[in-house]
């Protein structure tokens, strides 16, 4: 599996993310880390498609979201007018680089 389909819902658009499954196996074990900065896992890129942007981050494990990703996702969601229920894509584009997109 190389794709990771997600329904997103009213509070990841208010908060800026989205919840990766902890069974999620596109993201290298070592990527999940732990609850704060200090425990972080090793960085991955992640581009968001048509907003030109791409962060580096880690998934905080405790709460399954892109640790350094709130602004990219938040603007990833205005720049493409999402609400709830739309579907996004994570796309594995290479070992250590990922592409969020609409799933169409």
């Not at 819902?9 to 800026?16: E, R």
């Amino acid at each position: 599996m190389n794709q990771l389909h997600l329904k997103i819902t009213n509070g990841n658009i208010k908060n800026g993310h989205f919840y990766i499954p902890a069974d999620c196996p596109i993201f290298p074990a070592t990527s999940w880390g732990g609850k704060n900065k200090s425990e972080m896992g090793s960085k991955f890129s992640v581009s968001f498609e048509g907003t030109g942007e791409t962060v580096m981050t880690d998934i905080d494990g405790s709460k399954r979201l892109l640790r350094m990703a709130r602004g990219q996702t938040s603007r990833f969601y205005k720049k493409h007018h999402l609400s709830e229920g739309d579907i996004i894509c994570i796309a594995k584009e290479g070992d250590l680089r990922f592409k969020v997109s609409i799933s169409r």
